[in-house]
């Protein structure tokens, strides 16, 4: 089992950026991949980013593609989503999840994540 902790959430205006932040332990970090994931007030969890256990492949959902990177760094066993031009649409809490890498690649499954963490809020306010 991973333990993963995020940080780095907050509250942003419209149109701000947040880094988000996970950490993790009890694992080799570089046999995983790492995913990011959130949740908004009466809706579903929702897949948000991935990326492979090398950091050479990612997949984004859709709306965020073009707003949000995911990156990591293999020496710090952490893992970064990079969130800029913030929408009121992107509050949410949101989730770091970790699986061992297989296949399919950069699913954007939840149920084929093994580990989670408790997550950290993100607000943008309009």
């Known amino acids: 089992q991973v333990q993963l902790v995020e940080s780095g959430g907050g509250l942003v205006q419209a149109g701000g950026s947040l880094r988000l932040s996970c950490a993790a332990s009890?694992?080799?970090?570089?046999?995983?991949?790492m995913g990011w994931f959130r949740q908004a007030p009466g809706k579903e969890r929702e897949f948000v980013a991935v990326?492979?256990?090398?950091?050479?492949?990612?997949n984004y959902l859709d709306p965020v593609k073009e707003r949000f990177t995911i990156s990591r760094d293999n020496a710090k066993n952490t893992v970064y989503l990079q969130m800029n031009s913030l929408k009121p649409e992107d509050t949410a809490v949101y989730y770091c999840?970790?699986?061992?890498?297989?296949?399919?690649?950069?699913?954007?499954?939840?149920?084929?994540?093994?580990?989670w963490g408790q997550g950290t809020q993100v607000t943008v306010s309009s």
């Open positions: 009890g694992r080799t970090f570089s046999l995983l991949d």
């Open positions: 999840a970790a699986r061992s890498s297989r296949l399919p690649a950069l699913t954007t499954m939840q149920g084929q994540y093994d580990s």
């Open positions: 990326i492979n256990w090398s950091g050479q492949a990612t």
